[in-house]
């Protein structure tokens, strides 16, 4: 979600991108690997890429990595306590 529209990912095959004035579909092909379809390669590329150029990243803070990182442990830590 942005202010200019939101991007959907339907079946790790497909991102519908919707904008104020625009929509339209792209596909992947069956041969693309699963971690550029979710776009894991693509965040680690960037943050090497802030890395060598000694800046922020203009698409997330170090906050919102923080906050992620987080969420993602106190999920895994309640699911250990289940066990």
């Not at 699963?34 to 922020?56: M, P, S």
């Amino acid at each position: 979600m942005s202010p200019n529209g939101f991007y959907r990912c339907v079946d790790m095959n497909e991102l519908q991108i919707h904008s104020d004035q625009h929509q339209y579909t792209e596909r992947y092909g069956d041969w693309v690997p699963t971690l550029n379809k979710r776009g894991f390669v693509q965040i680690v590329d960037h943050f090497i890429e802030c890395v060598k150029a000694g800046k922020q990243s203009d698409i997330f803070t170090l906050d919102d990595a923080l906050v992620t990182h987080q969420l993602v442990h106190d999920i895994y830590e309640s699911i250990k306590e289940k066990k």
